[in-house]
């Protein structure tokens, strides 16, 4: 088992032995990209509005700004490796590639071995040296990830869900209401909350509030200036909008962390 953490990468092999404590599994987000290979454990892990049930060997590709969680279906050990990583440590070339994976799928034996081969550079290298020798391996993993055709997870989706996330994305520029959302899909508005929460584990409102709030980082990050994004996702004042972001990032927009 090992932990490395530096400014851009956060790379792990991790074992948790039952029982856990939950709040480490709850939902949430995150502005970069994480890919978890699952060694065992007996869990169904949710991206948005997809859930799947994780088997030894599968993939979780987790996009920037994705709602996720985890919930385990008895108690048994879960084991996994994570690797959390921003968007300048990837090539350029690399971004179309891995915008457009699936959350999960099964990878070769190839990929475990390189996965595997992780805890024996920590065991080797440390300082500038690991840093490096994990870089390199991350992204071998990832060069191969993306030449790898993906497998047919039948992952369970929810109609209703997938409509919602949907709309929300396609319209973001736009202040977005629960009545808004009721309105387009002829639903009341205690059956689309009741729905929503229950798949997704948070309100409509706090995922709609999240999904700008994590698009307006990225662009802030890029050299946007917070007051144009916030007009840009069409919150209704500046006031608002800081308070959104503080509220979601847990610093304010000026910050550009």
Known sequence: MFKYVSEDLDF????????????????????????????????????????????????????????????????????????????????????????????????????????????????????????????????????????????????FRDKTIAQIINYVNENMSEPITLTKICDHFHFSQSYISNKFTNHMKVSIISYVRTKKVMAAHRDIVKGDKPTDVANRYGFIDYSTFYRAYTKVMGFPPSSNK
């Open 12 to 155: 792990a092999h991790k074992f948790d032995e039952s029982p856990r404590p939950a709040p480490d599994y709850e939902k949430h987000y995150h502005d970069f990209f994480e890919l978890l290979y699952f060694v065992r454990g007996n869990v169904d892990f949710t991206v948005e509005d997809r859930i799947y049930r994780l088997h030894p060997g599968d993939i979780v590709f987790i996009q920037p700004g994705e709602h996720h969680y985890l919930t385990f279906l008895q108690d048994s050990d879960y084991e996994r490796y994570v690797l959390k990583f921003r968007e300048n440590t990837i090539p350029k070339h690399m971004f179309g590639r891995i915008g457009n994976r699936a959350s999960f799928y099964t990878v070769s034996d190839e990929i475990r071995e390189l996965f595997a081969s992780m805890d024996k550079l920590c065991e080797r290298f440390d300082g500038n040296d690991l840093e490096l020798m994990l870089s390199c391996r991350m992204l071998e993993i990832m060069t191969l990830i993306c030449l790898e055709p993906e497998a047919d997870k039948k992952a």
